[in-house]
């Protein structure tokens, strides 16, 4: 399973939902997943 498979995913969620509060926590998160594999 890939991690940046599921941040995409919750990203697409939280859009959908249509609350932007939660977006700017999904900007952090990617940058966390981006941490994580090695960048």
Not at 21 to 31: A, G, L, P
């Amino acid at each position: 399973m890939s991690h940046n498979q599921a941040g995409e995913y919750q990203g697409a969620i939280l859009l959908l939902t249509g609350r932007i509060n939660n977006f700017d926590e999904s900007m952090v998160i990617h940058q966390r997943i981006w941490l994580i594999q090695g960048r």
